[in-house]
Antibody, heavy 123, light 111 residues
Protein backbone atom coordinates (compact mmCIF):
# COMPACT_ATOMS: atom_id res chain seq x y z
CA UNK A 1 0.00 0.00 0.00
CA UNK A 2 1.52 3.31 -1.04
CA UNK A 3 2.22 5.82 1.72
CA UNK A 4 3.24 9.45 1.55
CA UNK A 5 4.85 11.51 4.29
CA UNK A 6 5.63 15.20 4.43
CA UNK A 7 8.69 16.58 6.16
CA UNK A 8 10.04 20.07 6.78
CA UNK A 9 9.94 22.95 9.24
CA UNK A 10 6.87 23.64 11.32
CA UNK A 11 7.73 27.30 11.76
CA UNK A 12 8.85 29.78 9.13
CA UNK A 13 9.60 33.48 9.57
CA UNK A 14 7.76 35.99 7.37
CA UNK A 15 9.52 36.62 4.03
CA UNK A 16 11.51 33.39 4.36
CA UNK A 17 11.39 30.41 2.01
CA UNK A 18 9.49 27.23 2.84
CA UNK A 19 10.81 23.90 1.61
CA UNK A 20 8.81 20.71 2.15
CA UNK A 21 9.57 17.19 0.97
CA UNK A 22 7.20 14.30 0.39
CA UNK A 23 8.64 10.79 0.65
CA UNK A 24 6.75 8.05 -1.16
CA UNK A 25 6.95 4.46 0.07
CA UNK A 26 5.26 1.26 -1.06
CA UNK A 27 5.31 2.43 -4.67
CA UNK A 28 7.56 4.14 -7.16
CA UNK A 29 7.32 7.80 -8.05
CA UNK A 30 8.48 6.94 -11.59
CA UNK A 31 5.25 5.12 -12.36
CA UNK A 32 3.73 6.79 -15.39
CA UNK A 33 0.25 6.22 -13.95
CA UNK A 34 0.41 9.09 -11.47
CA UNK A 35 1.02 12.78 -10.97
CA UNK A 36 2.11 14.08 -7.58
CA UNK A 37 0.40 17.06 -5.96
CA UNK A 38 0.68 19.51 -3.11
CA UNK A 39 -2.48 20.76 -1.42
CA UNK A 40 -2.85 22.99 1.62
CA UNK A 41 -5.64 23.57 4.09
CA UNK A 42 -6.06 26.73 6.14
CA UNK A 43 -8.98 27.78 8.33
CA UNK A 44 -9.56 30.86 6.22
CA UNK A 45 -9.34 29.39 2.73
CA UNK A 46 -10.21 25.72 3.09
CA UNK A 47 -8.54 23.27 0.73
CA UNK A 48 -6.33 24.79 -1.97
CA UNK A 49 -4.54 22.81 -4.69
CA UNK A 50 -1.05 24.22 -5.25
CA UNK A 51 0.33 22.25 -8.16
CA UNK A 52 1.50 18.87 -9.43
CA UNK A 53 4.61 17.31 -10.87
CA UNK A 54 5.18 14.28 -13.08
CA UNK A 55 8.12 11.92 -12.66
CA UNK A 56 9.88 13.48 -15.68
CA UNK A 57 9.81 16.90 -13.99
CA UNK A 58 6.86 18.37 -15.89
CA UNK A 59 4.90 20.69 -13.63
CA UNK A 60 1.63 22.57 -13.49
CA UNK A 61 1.01 25.26 -10.90
CA UNK A 62 -2.20 26.89 -9.70
CA UNK A 63 -2.20 30.29 -11.49
CA UNK A 64 -4.31 31.80 -8.68
CA UNK A 65 -1.58 31.55 -6.07
CA UNK A 66 -0.31 34.89 -4.78
CA UNK A 67 3.11 33.53 -3.83
CA UNK A 68 5.14 31.80 -6.56
CA UNK A 69 5.86 28.13 -5.91
CA UNK A 70 8.25 25.60 -7.35
CA UNK A 71 8.01 21.80 -7.45
CA UNK A 72 10.84 19.37 -8.02
CA UNK A 73 11.26 15.60 -8.04
CA UNK A 74 14.12 13.33 -6.98
CA UNK A 75 13.43 9.91 -8.44
CA UNK A 76 16.53 8.39 -6.82
CA UNK A 77 15.05 9.11 -3.39
CA UNK A 78 11.40 8.56 -4.38
CA UNK A 79 10.66 12.10 -3.22
CA UNK A 80 9.12 15.29 -4.53
CA UNK A 81 9.37 18.74 -3.02
CA UNK A 82 7.60 22.08 -2.69
CA UNK A 83 9.25 25.47 -2.36
CA UNK A 84 7.37 28.69 -1.58
CA UNK A 85 9.25 31.96 -1.50
CA UNK A 86 8.41 35.05 0.55
CA UNK A 87 6.10 33.35 2.99
CA UNK A 88 3.46 35.45 4.73
CA UNK A 89 0.98 34.79 7.52
CA UNK A 90 -1.59 33.95 4.85
CA UNK A 91 0.50 30.89 3.95
CA UNK A 92 -0.01 29.37 7.40
CA UNK A 93 -1.71 26.03 6.75
CA UNK A 94 -1.52 22.27 6.91
CA UNK A 95 0.37 21.16 3.81
CA UNK A 96 -0.45 17.79 2.24
CA UNK A 97 1.25 15.85 -0.51
CA UNK A 98 -0.94 13.50 -2.54
CA UNK A 99 -0.95 11.04 -5.43
CA UNK A 100 -3.05 11.79 -8.50
CA UNK A 101 -4.02 8.76 -10.59
CA UNK A 102 -4.19 9.44 -14.30
CA UNK A 103 -7.53 7.67 -14.60
CA UNK A 104 -9.05 10.92 -13.33
CA UNK A 105 -8.85 12.74 -16.62
CA UNK A 106 -10.76 16.02 -16.79
CA UNK A 107 -10.13 16.89 -13.13
CA UNK A 108 -7.23 15.45 -11.19
CA UNK A 109 -8.21 13.47 -8.11
CA UNK A 110 -6.09 12.58 -5.10
CA UNK A 111 -6.33 8.93 -4.05
CA UNK A 112 -3.61 8.82 -1.42
CA UNK A 113 -2.60 11.64 0.91
CA UNK A 114 0.18 12.22 3.39
CA UNK A 115 -0.72 12.87 7.01
CA UNK A 116 -0.09 16.58 6.55
CA UNK A 117 2.36 18.98 8.17
CA UNK A 118 1.35 22.17 9.93
CA UNK A 119 3.43 25.15 8.83
CA UNK A 120 3.07 28.35 10.80
CA UNK A 121 4.41 31.65 9.52
CA UNK A 122 5.33 33.86 12.44
CA UNK A 123 8.16 36.02 13.67
CA UNK B 1 -16.23 32.28 -0.55
CA UNK B 2 -15.69 29.06 -2.53
CA UNK B 3 -16.60 28.85 -6.21
CA UNK B 4 -18.15 25.47 -5.50
CA UNK B 5 -20.92 26.03 -2.96
CA UNK B 6 -21.77 23.42 -0.35
CA UNK B 7 -24.10 23.71 2.65
CA UNK B 8 -21.87 24.43 5.68
CA UNK B 9 -23.62 21.84 7.82
CA UNK B 10 -26.09 19.00 7.63
CA UNK B 11 -27.39 16.44 10.09
CA UNK B 12 -29.21 13.15 10.03
CA UNK B 13 -30.23 10.32 12.30
CA UNK B 14 -28.64 6.87 12.13
CA UNK B 15 -30.11 4.84 9.30
CA UNK B 16 -31.34 7.89 7.39
CA UNK B 17 -30.33 9.08 3.94
CA UNK B 18 -28.64 12.45 3.48
CA UNK B 19 -27.54 14.25 0.35
CA UNK B 20 -24.82 16.89 0.16
CA UNK B 21 -25.02 19.32 -2.74
CA UNK B 22 -22.17 21.00 -4.60
CA UNK B 23 -23.25 23.88 -6.80
CA UNK B 24 -20.93 25.30 -9.43
CA UNK B 25 -21.28 27.20 -12.68
CA UNK B 26 -20.75 27.04 -16.43
CA UNK B 27 -16.98 27.39 -16.01
CA UNK B 28 -16.56 24.28 -13.86
CA UNK B 29 -19.17 21.55 -13.26
CA UNK B 30 -21.37 22.92 -16.05
CA UNK B 31 -18.41 22.77 -18.45
CA UNK B 32 -18.45 18.99 -18.07
CA UNK B 33 -15.48 18.75 -15.70
CA UNK B 34 -15.67 15.77 -13.38
CA UNK B 35 -16.51 16.08 -9.70
CA UNK B 36 -14.77 14.17 -6.92
CA UNK B 37 -15.78 13.86 -3.27
CA UNK B 38 -13.63 13.53 -0.15
CA UNK B 39 -14.35 12.65 3.46
CA UNK B 40 -12.24 14.24 6.19
CA UNK B 41 -12.43 12.92 9.75
CA UNK B 42 -11.21 15.29 12.48
CA UNK B 43 -7.43 15.53 12.61
CA UNK B 44 -6.85 13.40 9.50
CA UNK B 45 -6.16 13.95 5.84
CA UNK B 46 -9.03 13.89 3.34
CA UNK B 47 -9.93 10.49 1.87
CA UNK B 48 -11.15 10.03 -1.69
CA UNK B 49 -14.75 8.83 -1.53
CA UNK B 50 -16.11 9.26 -5.07
CA UNK B 51 -14.15 9.99 -8.24
CA UNK B 52 -15.28 11.09 -11.67
CA UNK B 53 -18.83 11.85 -10.51
CA UNK B 54 -20.05 8.36 -9.70
CA UNK B 55 -17.16 5.94 -9.08
CA UNK B 56 -16.17 4.50 -5.72
CA UNK B 57 -12.53 3.58 -5.01
CA UNK B 58 -12.06 0.10 -3.63
CA UNK B 59 -12.86 -0.06 0.06
CA UNK B 60 -15.53 2.66 0.03
CA UNK B 61 -18.90 1.23 1.11
CA UNK B 62 -21.71 1.28 -1.45
CA UNK B 63 -23.72 3.42 0.99
CA UNK B 64 -21.88 6.32 -0.66
CA UNK B 65 -22.91 7.37 -4.15
CA UNK B 66 -22.37 10.38 -6.38
CA UNK B 67 -24.29 12.05 -9.15
CA UNK B 68 -23.94 15.08 -11.37
CA UNK B 69 -26.41 17.12 -13.39
CA UNK B 70 -25.98 20.47 -15.09
CA UNK B 71 -23.96 22.79 -12.89
CA UNK B 72 -24.38 20.72 -9.70
CA UNK B 73 -23.28 17.47 -8.15
CA UNK B 74 -24.49 15.54 -5.15
CA UNK B 75 -23.11 13.02 -2.67
CA UNK B 76 -25.68 10.70 -1.13
CA UNK B 77 -25.13 8.63 1.99
CA UNK B 78 -27.70 5.97 2.83
CA UNK B 79 -27.99 4.03 6.09
CA UNK B 80 -26.21 6.79 7.98
CA UNK B 81 -23.78 5.57 10.63
CA UNK B 82 -22.03 7.32 13.52
CA UNK B 83 -18.68 6.81 11.76
CA UNK B 84 -19.92 8.96 8.86
CA UNK B 85 -19.68 12.06 11.03
CA UNK B 86 -17.06 14.08 9.15
CA UNK B 87 -16.55 17.00 6.79
CA UNK B 88 -17.20 16.31 3.10
CA UNK B 89 -15.64 18.25 0.22
CA UNK B 90 -16.40 18.33 -3.48
CA UNK B 91 -13.70 19.09 -6.06
CA UNK B 92 -13.75 20.00 -9.73
CA UNK B 93 -11.82 22.06 -12.28
CA UNK B 94 -12.52 25.63 -13.29
CA UNK B 95 -11.54 26.73 -16.79
CA UNK B 96 -11.49 30.45 -15.92
CA UNK B 97 -9.12 29.93 -12.99
CA UNK B 98 -7.35 27.13 -14.89
CA UNK B 99 -7.04 25.21 -11.65
CA UNK B 100 -8.55 22.44 -9.59
CA UNK B 101 -10.93 23.84 -6.97
CA UNK B 102 -12.60 22.56 -3.80
CA UNK B 103 -15.92 23.32 -2.23
CA UNK B 104 -16.01 24.92 1.21
CA UNK B 105 -16.95 21.66 2.90
CA UNK B 106 -20.05 20.30 4.62
CA UNK B 107 -19.87 19.29 8.25
CA UNK B 108 -22.11 16.25 8.68
CA UNK B 109 -23.44 15.47 12.14
CA UNK B 110 -25.01 12.10 12.95
CA UNK B 111 -27.63 12.76 15.62
Amino acid sequence: QVQLKESGPGLVRPSQTLSLTCTVSGGTITSGDYYWSWIRQSPGKGLEWLGYIYHNGATYYNPSLKSPISLSVDTSKNQFSLTINSMTAADTAVYYCARDPRYCTSTSCHDHWGQGILVTVSS
Amino acid sequence: QSILTQPPSLSGAPGQRVAISCTGSSSNIGANFDVHWYQQLPGTAPRLLIYSNTNRPSGVPDRFSGSKSGTSASLAITGLQAEDEATYYCQSYDNILSASIFGGGTNLTVL
